[in-house]
């Protein structure tokens, strides 16, 4: 089994930008993709931004050029930098992982482990 656990989220102003961290616990050995997702009242869970252990990545169409996916050398635990914040952004995060093979990495039916999320408020 795996363990997710995200930090960071909070109250921000349009404009600034906040750090997510997601510590990820387990059978770290079986997972080959990491991401974050996010869910805003009333509408379907996204893709925020997601990272394979070769370090390909993908982003959401509505966070590319504002948000940073990284993670570091363990892969124990995974990073959302998120600058130019919006208050269309507003969401809860969650980060997830996979231990699939194959397109699915990047989706949200691909994956199979999530944390409980952590909520991001943009107010204008």
């Known amino acids: 089994q795996v363990q997710l656990q995200e930090s960071g989220g909070g109250l921000v102003q349009a404009g600034e930008s906040l750090r997510l961290s997601c510590s990820i616990s387990?059978?770290?050995?079986?997972?080959?993709?990491r991401g974050w997702f996010r869910q805003a009242p009333g509408k379907q869970r996204e893709l925020v931004a997601a990272?394979?252990?070769?370090?390909?990545?993908d982003y959401g169409n509505s966070v590319q050029g504002r948000f940073t996916i990284s993670r570091d050398h363990t892969g124990n635990t995974i990073f959302l930098e998120m600058n130019s914040l919006k208050p269309e952004d507003t969401a809860v995060y969650y980060c997830?992982?996979?231990?699939?093979?194959?397109?699915?990495?990047?989706?949200?039916?691909?994956?199979?482990?999530w944390g409980k999320g952590t909520l991001v408020t943009v107010s204008s």
């Open positions: 387990g059978m770290i050995f079986s997972i080959n993709a």
């Open positions: 997830a992982a996979t231990k699939r093979f194959g397109g699915t990495w990047n989706q949200v039916d691909g994956m199979d482990y």
């Open positions: 990272i394979t252990n070769g370090d390909a990545t």
